[in-house]
């Protein structure tokens, strides 16, 4: 799937940073200081199809694409990020539970000595 961006990418590159429109079923490449306008009407089909079909060239010109695939980036830069940080909480998760594990341990601990101190004190009258 990654070849797919970056054969996007590459072809969006190549062609001049403006949007294009679409007029029934003509779509409608504006004028730049690089490249003359152009209009292309989309010829041989069923009307309603020609104009769905302008609609979606139009729609999915390269500006449009280059914003698509920059948000795309992002998300996959942020996505690593978030990624990042959820193994450290992970870590710091298991630290934790470590600790408290080892603080249960203790207290179990400590619950059985007073246990028998109270068991032996309690025997010899000495609760004090």
Known sequence: MTDNYAELRAAAEKLPRVKWTKTRSTVCIPETEDAAGKDLPINGLDKQYARHLATYIAAANPET???????????????ETLRSHNALLRA???????????LREALDQLRQDAARWMAQHQETGDAD
């Open 65 to 79: 694409i280059r914003s698509l695939l920059a948000e795309r980036d992002a998300i996959a830069s942020e996505v």
């Open 92 to 102: 710091s998760i298991a630290q934790v539970e470590a600790e408290n594990d080892r």
